[in-house]
Each structure stands twice: as C-alpha cells, then as structure tokens.
C-alpha cells in the first residue's frame, strides 16, 4: 500500500447547499457602504459639520446609485479585477464613445435597456430543492435517513432545466424556484449523466414556465476571458455572482462521475449551492456549468466548470436517443513513445508520432481488431504525437481522449495503427466503458443476496465509500483495491462478489468475523457475479454449501438447515427478502402470484366441501372442522 501524502491535492464536487442546517457564518447579507466612501471628510470643518456631511453622504441620490450601477457593470466587463478609478475612467470613455447625438432619445433607456438583458438573463437561473435518500450499503436491503439540500439550475430550450448530476443523485422529490417567486414546483428528472455530472429536469406545470427565456449557449471561451458565475451558495438564500477569468482549459477529473473529459479551470469562487448555476460570458451566453472546486494547502480560489461541448454533447445524446447512453471510449490503456529505443524496436520510422496500445478490455470492439504493442497513429484523421496530445485551437494541445468524448456511444471512428510494422486502417465502433467494479450504481439499489446469515454483495465504488470513508482509496482492502484500478472485466455481467458481512446465528457459528472478503467459488464452480451465486445455491445438490474465499478462507454449511435458518434470520433482523428485487426469478414471482390470486378462489370450494363432510360424519383426521362460511365468503376455523 503506498504511504498516505500529508498535503494530498482533493477536487471536491461544487456541492448542494444542506437547506435544514443554517449554514455557518451566514450573515442577513447587509454592506457596509461606509466602507466604500471616499473623501467624506473636508478639512476646517467641525465634528457636527462633519458629521452631517457624513449623513448627508450615506444617503444616495439616484444619481449615485446610477453610477454605482454602472461602475459595476464595467467591473463585470473587465473581469472582477478592476479598481473604481479604472471603472470610472472606463466609465467616462464609454459614455463619451457611445454618447448619441441629440436626437431626441436619451442614453438612459439604452443603459436601462442593458440592465434589462442582464436581468432577463438571471431570470432562467432558478433554485433546487431537493430531498435525497441514499442506499444504505452496510445494510442494503433498507435506505438511510432522507436529507434535504439545495442547488443552482438554469432554464434551457425545450421547457428543460439543466444542472449537475450530483444536486440530484439518490432524490426523492425535486422542486424548484424561479427568481423573485414565492412559489416551489414540483420537478421531474428527465435524464441524468453521471460521467459528466449533468441532468436535466423538466416542470409540468404551465405556470412555471410564463415569461421564461432559455438561456443561450456560447463558444469554448479563451484563456482569459471574463466569465461570471450565478448561483445560490452558501452564505445567504438570494442569487449570488461571482466574477473571474478562464484561468486553464484542459482535460480534468470529474469527480462525481470518475470521468476524463474537457474542464475549464476559472479563479471565480464555486461554493457549495453554486453546483448546476451557469458561466456566462460577456455576451449573456452560457459557456459552462459549475460544478467542482479545488482543495488543497497551496491553492486557492480553484474552481471547474463545465465546459460547453460537453454539455451540448449530452443534450444531443438525450434529443436523439430518448435517453443518455453515456460517454463512450476506446477500451485501451496506452503508454507514451517519448524514448527513441523503443520507437525503434517497434519499427516506427522517423516522421512516425503515436503512442503504444498496451492493454485492451476484452468487453470492448477494439479487442477484436487490436493487438498488444500496437501503435495508434491517428484518430479520426487527427495525428496523436508521442506524447498522446493532438492539437487544439491556436498554440494548444490536449489529450487525444477529448477526440474520443466526443463521439456517440455506437458511433463508428477510423484509426491508423501499426500493427506488425505495416500500417493499417480500421474502422471501430465506440461504446460506453464496462468496469469490473462500477464507480457508480445510476440511482438503482444495491444488489444482496442472504443465506444462513451470510450476506453476500457486489463490489462497486459507492460501496467501498459507504464501507471505508472518503479515504477508501487507502483504507479498503489491497486485493479489492487492485481489481478496481488494474484488473478489466472478462464479460459484461462479471460481478466482484463479496461476503460482506455475517448476521450472527447458531447455523453459522465461528464465521462472524469475516467481512468484505472476495467469493472465489461455491461447491468447485467459479462465482461469475451475484446471481451466479443465487442460481447455485437455490439448486445445490450437495448436502453441504462449500463457499472457497480470498486468502484461502473457507465457509462450509449444511444446505437443508441453512435455508431453513434463514426464514428465522430474517425476521430476527426484520428484513423483508433475502435477496434485492433484481435478483428475484420473474417466473418464480409469477408463480408465486398466480398462487396468491388462486388461493381465495379456492377457500369458498373447500369450505362448501368441509360443510358437506361434517354433515356426513365423515371428517379426516389432518383436517381442522370448519364452521359456516360468514357472509363476507371468508371462512372462520374454530380452534382444536
């Protein structure tokens, strides 16, 4: 295990603001605009002069609050860095440039018509509630304590509201607010995508959506620009804006969805509540979504949006499949030719740039096509340099991994290689990433199954996080931690299939200890995934359950009193099933419910039968007499 960094770098998501908390240090909001006077005091004047000059100055005119105004907009312009004198004399060119001629129409409407854009602009970015209610992995056939927290989301074309995946992961009711209203509506969540931390929601109330104008979608800013984030972070419950300037532009960590893809980095402050509030720039148009910042001793000020070519990529995806079918990628782990060595013994000639194929995952369509110690040349026609970065606007180069982001799950791509010396070109269709243990469960349950106490689980990041903290990276067994980094999937069902812990009983006495070790094989067979395991066990033939475990362990119980154990562990513990509903055999529910629907059919036909065989005399003996049926058709048994 590698030893633990002191001052380890953390991104953290945006986060949502808990709303049943008051949030620390929250002030009613008020400025101290005291602080921001100049020059208030003349010499040779006394205390009471001075005192009322003081008076007189803290009261604005409308005048000072249309300048004030205006500087403030010049800041905006400028990037938030700009100081009042250069506001004013920014302020004072401005105004002398585009002073009209008199023609009648004053500059107030026109600076008044500016101020009206901007408003409208905030008015699409609305406030979202929302109740979550996660899985409880320890105990995964219930769900934790429902909490409250609260977001930032912006109105789209299509009577849609965009924001991030994590405001609304694990939700139990969504509701948002515009701005200036009184009134919370109830929101559903069209689509969610958990790689690129994004999801949309929709309003069916009509009276949501008077007077809403979408927001517009603005080009990939430059290195520099302005850009203002709007939200509701912590702090206060109104609309907050933030300034800064596109401080980096490359291929990030998401951190919610454990994905690669293309991230602005911006000096502007993202708090929690800021998470799905939209970047404009200068223009009005929304050129990201905030969504995480950065946590670190030496860093300050760090914040990430979302850029816009994935955020369009994700609509796109949702307009023209009815769903999101998620990022896709290659399936190949790479490294870089750098050394000439090693260009050479695989004979690449000299104008030759790409980097080495040295994994690829069986599940994916490259295993079909690629070979170990290939070389890929290009991707899409665009070269791929020894370093793995292709070019990227004006002086940039990025990741040849954004090239691939932004394709279409079962689209098709056309790569160089060189494959055995000779160079060839392929056609490959590109699909979403198979993990042997998922970074994320897409809002559904988590899988268990229980016998004789044992309760057995699929491994999956969420789990390890529930079971080990924040820190499971360090803290979670090593073996599990290997098949999460480096180990690929054989198939697209294989499961990592754990004992995560045992309920004690007298049946499994001696096994208590064990907790979140790997399920090798039952009775010889190889554990493939959980309903493996549920399949052999409900048709074990053997008189004994030979469960073979990581580190050599063994667990060994007898079949017949294991199943019949199990009822009374269950109601001990009050747990409904002995297994999640995804595990459950449909024709066995089927069968179960045909007998359930045939059980009350068949009471008044027994009764009737019973009735006839007192009357007789004739009554056996493995049968309890039954007494006239009431007139609700149920019949009512006497006791012995």
Not at 110 to 128: C, G, H, L, R, T
Not at 167 to 177: F, L
């Amino acid at each position: 295990m590698p030893p633990r960094e002191s001052g380890r770098r953390k991104r953290e998501r945006g986060g949502d603001l808990p709303a049943e908390q008051p949030p620390p240090g929250a002030t009613d909001g008020s400025v101290d605009d005291a602080a921001h006077s100049e020059g208030l005091e003349s010499p040779g004047k006394g205390p009471k002069r001075r005192a009322q000059d003081l008076a007189d100055a803290a009261q604005p005119t409308p005048v000072d609050l249309q300048q004030s105004r205006q500087r403030r907009n010049v800041r905006r312009k400028a990037g938030g860095g700009t100081t009042s004198a250069q506001a004013d004399a920014a302020l004072f060119d401005a105004d002398v440039q585009e002073r009209p001629a008199k023609t009648g129409k004053s500059d107030k409407g026109q600076k008044a018509a500016a101020v009206a854009d901007s408003d409208s602009v905030y008015e699409a970015v609305v406030k979202v509630f929302t109740v979550h209610c996660e899985p409880n992995f320890s105990l995964p056939w219930q769900r934790k304590r429902q909490y409250s927290s609260s977001s930032t989301g912006f109105i789209i074309q299509g009577r849609r509201i965009l924001t991030n995946a994590h405001c609304v992961s694990d939700h139990t009711q969504v509701k948002v607010k515009r701005r200036g209203s009184d009134m919370k509506y109830v929101a559903a969540v069209l689509a969610v995508a958990t790689e690129g931390d994004m999801a949309l929601l929709t309003v069916e109330d009509p009276a949501f959506w008077e007077g809403a104008e979408p927001v517009t979608f603005g080009q990939l800013p430059q290195l520099q620009d302005a850009v203002t984030v709007v939200g509701y972070p912590i702090g206060g419950d109104t609309m907050s804006v933030t300034s800064g300037v596109v401080s980096r532009i490359e291929v990030t960590s998401y951190v919610h969805g454990a994905a690669e893809l293309l991230g602005i980095q911006i000096d502007a402050a993202i708090n929690s509540g800021n998470s799905g509030g939209p970047a404009f720039n200068e223009k009005g148009q929304c050129v990201g979504i905030a969504f995480q910042s950065l946590k670190h001793e030496d860093a300050e000020n760090i914040g990430y949006i979302i850029p816009t070519p994935v955020v369009l990529h994700f609509i796109t995806d949702y307009d023209k499949n009815g769903q999101y079918t998620g990022f896709p990628c290659l399936g190949i782990e790479w490294q870089k030719l750098e050394n000439p060595d090693l260009r050479q013994a695989l004979s690449m000639k000299a104008e030759q740039k790409g980097v080495m194929i040295r994994r690829i995952e069986p599940t994916s369509e490259a295993s079909k096509v690629l070979k170990q110690n290939d070389v890929l040349l290009s991707f899409d026609g665009v070269p791929i340099a020894n370093d793995g970065t292709v070019p990227f606007r004006s002086g940039e180069r990025i990741s040849f991994s954004y090239l691939v982001s932004q394709k279409y799950a079962n689209e098709e791509a056309t790569l160089v290689v060189l494959q055995g010396g000779a160079t060839r070109t392929l056609q490959l269709k590109l699909k979403a990433p198979v993990k042997l243990i998922p970074y994320h469960i897409k809002g559904a349950p988590p899988s268990y199954f229980i016998v004789a106490g044992l309760v057995f689980t699929a491994v999956t990041v969420p789990y390890l996080r529930s079971e080990y903290g924040k820190e499971y990276d360090f803290d979670a067994p090593v073996r599990l931690l290997d098949k999460m980094v480096h180990v690929m999937a054989d198939s697209v069902d294989q499961q990592v299939v754990v004992l995560s812990q045992v309920l004690a009983s007298e049946v499994n006495i001696g096994y208590e200890d064990i907790i979140n070790t790997q399920v090798i094989s039952l009775n010889g067979r190889k554990v493939n995934n959980l309903k493996d395991l549920v399949v052999m066990v409900e048709h074990c033939g053997d008189e004994y359950l030979n469960f073979d475990l990581d580190y050599n362990q063994k667990v060994v119980l007898h079949a017949a009193r294991s199943k019949q154990a199990t009822r009374d562990i269950l109601a001990t513990h009050c747990i409904a099933q002995d297994r999640s509903v995804d595990l459950i055999d449909p024709s066995a529910g089927q069968q179960q419910q045909q007998q359930q629907e045939a059980a009350p059919a068949a009471a008044p036909a027994a009764a009737a039968a019973a009735a006839a065989a007192a009357g007789s005399g004739q009554v056996q003996e493995d049968e309890t007499p039954v007494e006239a049926a009431p007139a609700n058709g149920k019949p009512k048994r006497s006791r012995r």
